[in-house]
């Protein structure tokens, strides 16, 4: 496949990233509360690097290595944050999942509604075997939204990631594509349009 599907679920659209998303990228992801929450988002977030990153979304969905998605709300059509398989590894058959939502937005349900999407993509349309996904222990946030997912807490990694300088612990959560079919009872999104 090399054109990236379009997830719609109840509320929200979830699209490729367009060059036009970068200012708001800048301004959702730049902000501390997101950065400091995540292994690999800068602070403050440079000019250009909102640009450098969406850059590479299409050929690396080209060649199988991410599954990255811009989270817009239905109707509205502002980008809320972003969720999708940041790393792909074919010859595992796993993806990790990854997701953020800019502050205005958090506490409605969208990173869960965007998680589940990106799950399902990755189970039914990418052929995956494995989706997991980790987040700093000191994030319990994150971890609400993977255990809402129905992913299952798997492990607690001592001091696994570096961010800023210090050593920090990690939580890791995983769900297979069996176990995805039996708790998956809702559907993940209505459409999955392939562009
Ligand atoms: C974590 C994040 C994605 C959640 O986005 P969101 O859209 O608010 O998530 P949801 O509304 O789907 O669910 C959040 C859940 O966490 C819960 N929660 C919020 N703060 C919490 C805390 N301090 N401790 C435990 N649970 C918490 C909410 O109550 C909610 O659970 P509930 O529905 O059972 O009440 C968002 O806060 C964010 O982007 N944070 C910064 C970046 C980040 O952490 N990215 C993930 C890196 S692994």
């Avoid at 990694?157 to 612990?169: I, S």
């Avoid at 176990?179 to 209505?190: D, G, I, L, M, S």
Wanted: net charge positive; proline share 5%.
């Amino acid at each position: 496949m090399t054109g990236q599907p379009i997830l719609v679920t109840d509320r929200l659209v979830l699209r490729p990233f367009t060059p036009k998303d970068a200012p708001v990228v800048q301004r959702l992801a730049g902000d501390y509360a997101v950065a400091s929450r995540t292994l690999e988002i800068p602070y403050p977030y440079p000019d250009g690097a909102a640009e450098a990153w969406i850059a590479t979304h299409a050929a690396g969905f080209r060649k199988g290595l991410h599954a990255v998605y811009a989270v817009t709300r239905a109707g509205k059509g502002d980008l809320v944050g972003a969720a999708g398989l940041v790393e792909i590894n074919r010859r595992h058959g796993r993806g990790e999942l990854g997701y953020w939502v800019g502050r205005p937005y958090w506490g409605r349900g969208y990173a869960t509604e965007a998680a589940r999407a990106v799950i399902e993509c990755g189970f039914s349309v990418l052929g995956l075997h494995r989706v997991y996904a980790m987040h700093f222990s000191r994030n319990p946030a994150s971890g609400r939204v993977m255990a809402k997912c129905g992913m299952r807490h798997e492990a607690h990694l001592r001091e696994h990631g570096r961010k800023w300088g210090v050593f920090e612990d990690i939580d890791v959560w995983g769900v297979l594509r069996d176990e995805w079919r039996e708790r998956c009872t809702v559907p993940a999104f209505r459409e999955c349009r392939v562009g």
